[in-house]
Nanobody, 115 residues
């Protein structure tokens, strides 16, 4: 699987991070792209999704704090995370909805929010 997420790290509560994920054009082009996260001992959950046309949606847990965007020319999807909380600590992945259902996951990036 050729999804590569990057940009994670250690940040204090209230801080910000910007994640990036590149994908092959065959996966990225025309597809909804999502950011997912998995915290230790918890199920993976969707935290943001964006259509090829730029329509985005979010669960209530991150709405107003996270912003997903995409650059279709670069086959890249981004996640700007602001006002981070300790409960945002997780490994973050990007994927398509179909890929997530089929269990095809690429490399994630660790986000740790701690003082």
């Amino acid at each position: 699987v050729q999804l590569q997420a990057s940009g994670g790290g250690l940040v204090q509560p209230g801080g910000s991070l910007r994640l990036s994920c590149t994908a092959p054009g065959t996966i990225f082009s025309g597809n909804v792209m999502g950011w997912y996260r998995q915290a230790p001992g918890k199920q993976r959950e969707l935290v943001a999704a964006i259509t090829s046309g730029g329509f985005a949606n979010y669960p209530d847990s991150v709405k107003g704090r996270f912003t997903i965007s995409r650059d279709n020319a670069k086959n890249t999807v981004y996640l700007q995370m602001n006002s981070l909380k300790p409960e945002d600590t997780a490994v973050y992945y990007c994927n398509t909805p179909l890929g997530s259902v089929k269990g095809y996951w690429g490399q994630g990036t660790q986000v740790t929010v701690s003082s």
